[in-house]
């Protein structure tokens, strides 16, 4: 569970080959495909020009001890899952990824080593999704790590996609399971209190892969964008999912000026999220409701594409916006609403 650290000789202080030896060290792992990289990494400011009208920026800021334990998080996952999250935030506005400006600050603790695997991560998530390290940046750090990703992207002004465009009867669709995420957080902080507290600890973590994934490892439905375009669906409003999907659901009805219907018996938790949440204990729906890290994508649709949207993609319809004044709602099997609610809402 915890990640080994070599402590012999071969370990090589970041001050050795200091701040720009590393940048030059790490970025020669990058190369620059795109056509809109004017300059890039190594260079004072990174150049890009994009054909499109319309640039589209996102950051993702991640803090040790806030965000992330390294005690159970690998670096290459931490490396992947923040440029997930960064590319996430641009792709919700139906734009495209193509770069990213990542910044880190490194506390003595670390090592050059660390930060290749740190970045190995991130050359995994670039070359899984298209998108390149146009900028490159390394502070010392008296806190441990901290983790900046910037992604920056382009789309058409015609298919621009906000959270302020939902209508009463759009569709509201989500991209995956949720929950799971949440459930392999807790699973991970049960087993890291039992190493700290038993000698010889042995992590229980058979059959537990997809929480686990869902957790360290999250993927973007990329294809789901192909499909929608190859089928012209324009989202009306959109959202992904960091913080819940009643913290979602809540984002969107409010930025549209409209009510919600979100319905139990559609919402998508998997099996494995069910058998976690009985096992420690946890009420499975208020994990998928409030738990967060999901890094799905929750849409609204034009009611008239429900037969497309139900036969081509790869989403689940599990509610509808509705008039303002109906408020917004977590609809019961037996027909009764229930105020939706969600902790911290109105923070981003």
């Given amino acids: 569970m915890t990640e080994k650290r070599n402590t012999n000789k071969t370990r090589t202080p970041i001050s050795k080959i200091g701040k720009f030896g590393l940048i030059e060290r790490i970025t020669g792992a990058f190369t620059h495909n795109e056509s809109a990289t004017l300059q890039g990494v190594g260079t004072d400011c990174a150049a890009l020009l994009y054909r499109e009208p319309v640039t589209v920026a996102a950051q993702a800021l991640l803090l040790e ?19 997930v999250r960064a590319m996430g935030q641009v792709m919700a506005m139906n734009a495209t990824p193509h770069h990213l400006l990542i910044s880190a600050g490194l506390s003595k603790r670390f090592f050059v080593e660390d930060v290749d695997r740190l970045f190995s991560g991130v050359e995994t998530a670039c070359n899984e999704y298209g998108v390149e390290v146009a ?27 906000t959270r302020t465009g939902g209508n009463p009867t759009d569709l509201i669709c989500l991209t995956g399971s949720v929950g799971a995420a949440y459930m392999g957080l807790q699973l991970l902080e049960r087993e890291k209190a039992l190493f700290s507290s038993a000698q010889n600890a042995e992590p229980q973590l058979k059959g537990k892969e997809y929480i686990l994934q869902r957790y360290l490892r999250p993927t973007l439905p990329k294809e789901l964008f192909a499909i929608m375009s190859r089928e012209e669906i324009t989202p009306t409003s959109m959202y992904f999912l960091t913080n819940g999907l009643a913290h979602g659901v809540l984002a969107l009805s409010l930025a549209s000026g409209c009510g919600a219907k979100l319905y139990v018996e559609k919402i998508p938790i998997a099996s ?33 594409h429900h037969q497309t949207i139900a036969r081509e993609l790869p989403v689940d319809i599990i509610g509808h916006l509705c008039d303002s004044s109906q408020g917004t709602l977590l609809m019961t099997p037996e027909g009764n609403g229930i105020e939706l609610s969600a902790p911290g809402w109105g923070e981003e």
């Fill in 272 to 304: 494995k999220t069910f058998e976690m949440a009985q096992e420690l204990h946890f009420d499975a729906l208020l994990c998928a409701l409030n738990g967060g890290d999901d890094y799905e994508f929750l849409f609204t649709a034009p009611l008239s």
């Fill in 65 to 83: 001890g806030v965000h992330f334990d390294l005690i159970y998080t690998p670096l290459q996952h931490l490396g992947y899952k923040a440029v």
């Fill in 135 to 161: 900028g490159l940046d390394f502070e010392s750090s008296y806190t441990g790590l901290t983790l900046s990703v910037t992604a920056i992207g382009a789309c058409d002004s015609a298919t621009l996609v």
